[in-house]
């Protein structure tokens, strides 16, 4: 069974910085696209950012291009959320996704992570 496991959260002011890691155990990864998606309270889950493990693709929601950069490390199925200049608006749990190839333009994942924390104060 595969498993993804986040980690890298926690409390940063605004316009720091925090690197958010997803490990994924099970299977490789090499052909399979990885999604990031935050979750605030009482809001639904969003997309932030996606990454095609073959082609090394990335996509990017509108509220993160130029601060947030998705990356890869396939030698230890793991993929990176780096954000920076945080604003109090991207408080929420953060989750990484795994799903087939396609999952990168249709938006659909079927594994999850746990999720973490991410906390930026004004």
């Known amino acids: 069974q595969v498993q993804l496991v986040e980690s890298g959260g926690g409390l940063v002011q605004a316009g720091g910085s925090l690197r958010l890691s997803c490990v994924a155990s099970?299977?490789?990864?090499?052909?399979?696209?990885m999604g990031w998606f935050c979750q605030a309270p009482g809001k639904e889950r969003e997309f932030v950012g996606a990454?095609?493990?073959?082609?090394?693709?990335?996509s990017y929601a509108d509220s993160v291009k130029g601060r947030f950069t998705i990356s890869r490390d396939n030698a230890k199925n793991t993929v990176y959320l780096q954000m920076n200049d945080l604003k109090p608006e991207d408080t929420a749990v953060y989750y990484c996704?795994?799903?087939?190839?396609?999952?990168?333009?249709?938006?659909?994942?079927?594994?999850w992570g746990q999720g973490t924390q991410v906390t930026v104060s004004s």
């Open positions: 099970g299977r490789t990864f090499s052909s399979y696209a």
């Open positions: 996704a795994a799903g087939h190839r396609s999952a990168y333009y249709s938006g659909t994942y079927d594994i």
């Open positions: 990454i095609s493990w073959s082609s090394s693709r990335t």
